[in-house]
């Protein structure tokens, strides 16, 4: 834990010995959620300097603000692309998923008014 410099001793002590009688699991979801937070802030700090910014980019400029020192420039750059590949292909599918399930749904919906349907198809 960090503590201010002028924290006494005594209450150094009692607040670490709080912390350890956490069970592991309240200290793993304690660490979660004040990443979660960390990442918020920085994501909100970014989309307010950058109006407009799409979800993929944002999640980009985020890694790179908080990674920008663990790795090289190349790295970071081929990790953003990956982020982006990612994200992109994910959101093909959902795009993809959601069409054929429209699709489905107007096919259950009413078979003869299907443009595919051979009853539509006039025979001269």
């Known amino acids: 834990m960090i503590f201010a410099e002028d924290t006494r001793p005594e209450t150094r002590e009692a607040l670490l010995q709080l912390w350890r009688d956490k069970s592991e699991g309240t200290r793993a979801l304690h660490g979660f959620r004040l990443w ?4 918020n802030r920085v994501m909100s700090a970014i989309a307010a300097e ?6 993929v980019e944002l999640l980009v400029e ?7 020192e663990d790795f090289s420039s190349e790295e970071l750059e081929r990790i953003c692309a990956r982020i982006r590949e990612y994200h992109w292909s994910r959101q093909a599918f959902k795009s ?6 429209w699709l489905r749904h107007i096919q259950t919906q009413n ?5 595919c349907n051979s009853s539509h198809v006039s025979s001269t």
């Open 96 to 101: 993809t998923f959601r069409l054929g399930a």
């Open 50 to 55: 950058r109006h407009g910014i799409d979800s």
């Open 111 to 115: 078979p003869s008014n299907h443009a």
């Open 62 to 68: 985020t890694f790179r603000h908080i990674y920008r």
């Open 36 to 39: 979660n937070s960390f990442k």
